[in-house]
């Protein structure tokens, strides 16, 4: 072991990626609004979900008054939508005219049919830490288009092949890219 | 506005991702030993990092004991040691010899030099779910190999391209996939 870190240079900056592009629904002001987040991830075996929000977003809004959201995956085929609902804010436009969406059981957490993966979630917890809070959601209904499935011994799984997810990078790299092949690991 | 959802089946589970596959190092006992953890983000612009942790790995007594952990960010090629790492318990195999450690300012949170990305984060915070812990680190310091990184206008950035990070999926396809091309966003 070498205690040393000659070859290693420090960095300057967020440096954890690749993430997967999210689209967060909530209503405000009685609409359907969507904010595409960078920074989430499942948590505690899938039963929440853990974002980072900054609070001044005006999906914020809607969040906080009727403490629901959605998380929705975008495909490829999405990503000018995508985009566009992460460049401009609610207070502008008008994002609910871009999707075709739809309502679960929570009745106020506005998902988009488009998306092949659909997540309604009650907020849980909320962390302030300052510039950026921390939601956790407790997800309640999860919603999948059947053709981006497929049958594994017997049980429906998600084949993200078939789903075509974006995932982005961090560290000044802040490009969009898709899901590569699947890599096959040796046992050893 | 369809309100029904009628093409969107309701199916269990965990399908959030595609997520970063990471190494999260600590000291347990006095030796570096190193996870496998599915489930981490950035948070807060990058100056913090979520991940969540089933509170009886054998890692997690180094990180209660020490209140520093690492996140190591490895490639393609490191994918059958990262296996190792993910289905044998450092109660089993000594994991430090498996790589070569290097420690930064923190002292205590070892850190693999194999692999490109390397963090080091003192704990702020841990969120009793039960089941599953949120272990949120502030960020410390960061490494990385000058060989994956490009410069655009004059500054070092990440390129993750040359670093082929290993992405995990879930919803039931648990494999490891490769990051695939960049994605043209055509302007509206």
Chains 1, 2 share one sequence.
């Not at 999707?99 to 962390?127: Q, S, W």
């Not at 939601?135 to 049980?155: A, F, H, P, R």
Request: with cysteine; aromatic share 12%.
């Amino acid at each position: 072991m070498s205690e040393n870190n000659s070859n290693k240079h420090v960095i300057e900056g967020n440096l954890l990626s690749p993430l997967p592009v999210i689209l967060v629904g909530a209503n405000v002001n009685g609409k359907p609004n969507y904010l595409v987040i960078g920074y989430s991830c499942p948590f505690d075996f899938g039963k929440y979900i853990f974002f980072s929000l900054y609070p001044k977003r005006y999906t914020a809004i809607g969040i906080h008054e009727n403490m629901t959201f959605s998380v929705n995956i975008p495909s490829e085929d999405l990503v000018e939508k995508t985009n566009i609902c992460g460049s401009k804010s609610g207070r502008d436009i008008d994002k609910s005219s871009l999707f075709d969406n739809f309502y679960g059981e929570l009745k106020t957490a506005p998902m988009i049919r488009e998306c092949p993966v659909n997540i309604e979630c009650k907020v849980h917890e909320i962390l302030d830490y300052g510039d950026g809070e921390g939601i956790i959601g407790k997800v309640i209904k999860s919603y999948v288009d059947q053709q981006y499935t497929s049958k594994v011994e017997g049980k429906v799984i998600l084949d993200w092949r078939k789903i075509h997810p974006i995932i982005w990078t961090t560290g000044g790299d802040f490009n969009y890219y898709k899901l590569g092949e699947r890599i096959i690991v040796k046992d050893n």
